[in-house]
Each structure stands twice: as C-alpha cells, then as structure tokens.
C-alpha cells in the first residue's frame, strides 16, 4: 500500500496503536508495529500518560506503556514505519527533557519521528504532578517555543514565563532538519491557533465531518496571519467497518460499508490530509475486540478501502 490516490490528491495512512490495557503486552506492540509495516501503512502513534489516574484509567487502563521508551523499541524493530506521539502531554514534561527525548528518538529511528502534542484533559493528573491545570494551554505554548530553540541551537537559550535557561548544550541535534514534524491535536479554536503558532500539521481527534472545512479556512488565515506556511492536515478517525451502510446522520468518518469509507478518504483527500490515522479503539473498553480481529480489520481497509484493485502503488 502506497498513497490513496485521487487525482492530484495523495493520504498516507496511520495507525493508533493502544499501548495500554490489560491484553496489551511488548509482544502484541512489536506485531502490530511489524504488521502495520507489512501492510504498507506509513505511520504508527502511540498515546501518552505519565500519571494514570483514575478518570485517565477508566479510558485508558493500565498498564499504560511510556511512549517515548515504546517507541524507541519499535525504532529498532523496524525500517520504513514512521513513529510517533499521538499525542504527548506537553505540560508533563519539562522541554528540556523533551527536547532531548524527541531529539534521540529521531536519530535512533534515522529520521522517522513524529511529535504529536496536546494539552491534556485530566484534571487529576495536573495535581499529581503539580502542574497548574488552567494553565495548560499557555504552559504548552511556551514549551512549544522552548523546545524550537533547543532543536535549532546546538547551544540553545529560553526565557519564558515559566521556563528559563542559558548555554544548553542541546545534542544531539533531530535528523530531520529543521526539526521533527509538530503535529498539534485539539478540535477546538485553541489547537488551531496553536498549530498555527507553532505545528507543522493539524491532527484533530475524530472530528465531525460537517465542521472540517471551516475549520481549515480558519486555521489557513491563522496561518497568514503569522507569517507561516499553511500546516498540514492529519486527522485520526474511528475505523469500523460494517456490512450493512449505517446511516449518514449517525456515523463518524471511518465508521460504515467498505463504500462508505471509500467516500470518506476520497472527502478526506479533497480537503487536502496528508496523512489520516485510524483508531481500532472507540474509547470503552469493553467493546475492544481481540488483537487478531483488529489486526485483520487492518487487512481489509488496507486491501479493500485503501487500495482497491491497485489503484494505488505498493
């Protein structure tokens, strides 16, 4: 599997691995990763919680597995698959830190790094760790321009409201030049305002439909306004697939017929997404099915949504 192609229109596909539950073992991560590779797909997440309290828990259950230590398994467990964050919790971790960890991951992986950032929703987790919760948003803003200073200085200084630091020797330096691709999550005003600021893509979370074209033409002027290139969109979708057409009012993009999905990419690729990652988990955990039927939902969108009859190029 290559690039969905419609025209002028290319997707690279993405998959959310769920690096947490009980079910979940290094084992079962490495063959997804090693499947995922296999079937063409260009780009595997993980998500990220450092303090997994009890309304993160209810959602995403222990064990959780560490993103960055994750991924830097999988680095060297395969050779074409981009890896990524989907997405970090920005305000958790120092930029310092960060900016090393992403940095490391980039080189171990030969350049194959994406950080997704956000700014997190647990309330609980902000007091475990001591960090102000309302201000999460402007606290993400900030490491978001630290971490741009570290990754373009190899001797790099910051002074912010909160974060201030002199003569940081800062190697080593990403692969990727001038720095790993930022995507920022978020559905609302503040992500795209954000990813305007500082993001190389737009990667909202299951976004309605209806509400997607505005959404870009605004983040497109934010853009204009900063003086930066227009971001890339990469958003992340439910994927289920059914027999029987559900109704349109009823579903989400990814969740229908092998014909409706179809119709979803081909809407998708329209509005100009680069990359679209799909999500086996709806979000409750008791509707999680086994791996292996996962792993062959996997196999049919690959074989029969994405590249029907090879109309794209393996």
Request: net charge neutral; hydrophobic share 40%; proline share 7%.
């Amino acid at each position: 599997m290559a690039m969905f192609d419609r025209g002028e229109c290319f997707v690279k596909f993405g998959v959310n691995l769920t690096n947490f539950g009980r079910r979940m073992s290094p084992e079962i991560m490495l063959t997804w990763a090693k499947a995922c590779e296999e079937l063409g797909y260009h780009l595997l997440l993980v998500s990220d919680h450092v303090a997994l309290t009890e309304d993160a828990d209810s959602r995403s259950p222990a064990p959780f597995f560490e993103p960055f230590t994750t991924l830097s398994w999988l680095a060297g467990q395969t050779r074409k698959l981009r890896l990524g964050t989907g997405v970090v919790i920005t305000p958790h971790r120092h930029p310092l830190l960060l900016a090393r960890m992403t940095a490391t991951l980039d080189q171990l992986s030969g350049g194959r790094f994406v950080l997704g950032v956000g700014v997190g929703w647990t309330r609980l987790a902000f007091e475990a760790l001591d960090v102000p919760f309302q201000r999460r948003g402007a606290l993400t803003d900030e490491y978001l321009a630290a971490l741009l200073e570290l990754w373009h200085n190899e001797i790099a200084g910051f002074t912010g409201p909160t974060v201030r630091f002199q003569g940081v020797h800062s190697g080593p330096q990403p692969v990727q030049r001038p720095h790993p691709p930022v995507w920022v999550g978020g559905n609302g005003v503040a992500a795209l305002r954000r990813t305007a600021r500082f993001g190389d893509a737009w990667h909202p979370l299951w976004p309605r439909r209806e509400i997607l074209p505005q959404a870009l033409r605004a983040l497109h002027a934010l853009a204009d306004s900063f003086d930066r290139p227009r971001p890339a969109f990469c958003p992340r979708i439910a994927l289920e697939i059914t027999e029987t057409p559900l109704p349109e009012h009823l579903r989400s993009a990814g969740q229908g017929t092998v014909a409706q999905l179809r119709r979803d990419f081909d809407a998708l690729a329209e509005l100009g997404a680069e990359y679209v990652v799909v999500d086996t988990d709806t979000g409750d955990q008791r509707r999680r099915r086994p791996v292996e039927q996962e792993l062959e939902l996997l196999g049919t969108l690959a074989d029969k949504v994405i590249d029907p009859a090879a109309e794209t190029i393996r």
